[in-house]
């Protein structure tokens, strides 16, 4: 068995996708719409493992979790983009383009190398090794 895809509900589609594009290389599939119920995706592909599905449908309530905190539930996103010299590029780059940098980079407990950050949408992710 296999993780094939998570999901993420999001207000601005094309935004979304485009920072998951630009920012960590995924490859879009073509957007699906379904005009019956209002649906919109988009599949990103990261060369390899599960992909990620970006959803819009009018009326979704927006979250009120604090994105800063911890709760329970699917909590982030992990990106591995390869080495410890990439993960501080990548680091470097969203400071200066003015992303939300929440913790790092630094080293975990467990071994992982990693900084977290927010998309566009307040969706934690773990840029790691």
């Not at 939300?100 to 900084?115: A, H, I, K, M, S």
Request: hydrophobic share 35%; net charge negative; proline share 5%.
């Amino acid at each position: 068995m296999k993780i094939e895809h998570v999901a993420i509900w999001t207000t601005d589609l094309e935004a979304i996708k485009d920072f998951y594009v630009e920012r960590f290389g995924a490859t879009a599939s073509a957007p699906y719409r379904n005009e019956n119920k209002g649906f919109s995706s988009y599949f990103l592909s990261f060369g390899g493992g599960a992909r990620l599905e970006l959803m819009n449908k009018p009326g979704i309530p927006a979250s009120r979790d604090d994105p800063h905190l911890q709760r329970l539930g699917l909590i982030h996103l992990a990106i591995s983009v390869g080495s410890k010299d990439a993960v501080d590029r990548h680091h470097a780059r969203s400071v200066a383009d003015g992303l939300c940098v929440v913790d790092g980079p630094r080293w975990t407990g467990d071994g992982y190398y990693e900084y977290v950050l927010l998309d566009p949408e307040d969706n934690r992710i773990e840029v790691t090794i």
